[in-house]
């Protein structure tokens, strides 16, 4: 079992920032790909980001790409992404994500445990 928190959200005006904080606990966390996951109301859980176990590999949505950016410290067992430019669009329920293999690290279905979410809202 591997738990996972998240924290970090809260409400910013556009073009803002904001790091939300994934702690994990449990196994060990570098055996795991993590991903990074939001939810507006009414639309489906959409892909974020995600990062490899070592790091050294990244994937964004393109709706993120340039504005985002995910990291993780394996010595900490943290995840992070780093929000900037912040828009109204990006306003939803960020979740933290682990799975074990990360062969589609854009498919919500293939992760294995599921943090419990961190409210984000974007004011226009």
């Known amino acids: 079992q591997v738990q996972l928190v998240e924290s970090g959200g809260g409400l910013v005006q556009a073009g803002g920032s904001l790091r939300l904080t994934c702690a994990a606990s449990g196994r060990t966390f570098n055996n795991y790909g993590m991903g990074w996951f939001r939810q507006a109301p009414g639309k489906d859980r959409e892909f974020v980001a995600a990062?490899?176990?070592?790091?050294?590999?990244?994937y964004y949505a393109d709706s993120v790409n340039g504005r985002f950016a995910i990291s993780r410290d394996n010595a900490k067992n943290t995840l992070y992404l780093q929000m900037n430019s912040l828009k109204p669009e990006d306003t939803a329920v960020y979740y933290c994500?682990?799975?074990?293999?990360?062969?589609?690290?854009?498919?919500?279905?293939?992760?294995?445990?599921w943090g419990q979410g961190t409210q984000v809202t974007v004011s226009s």
């Open positions: 994500a682990a799975d074990l293999i990360l062969s589609k690290p854009t498919t919500p279905n293939v992760y294995d445990y």
């Open positions: 990062i490899s176990r070592s790091g050294a590999s990244t």
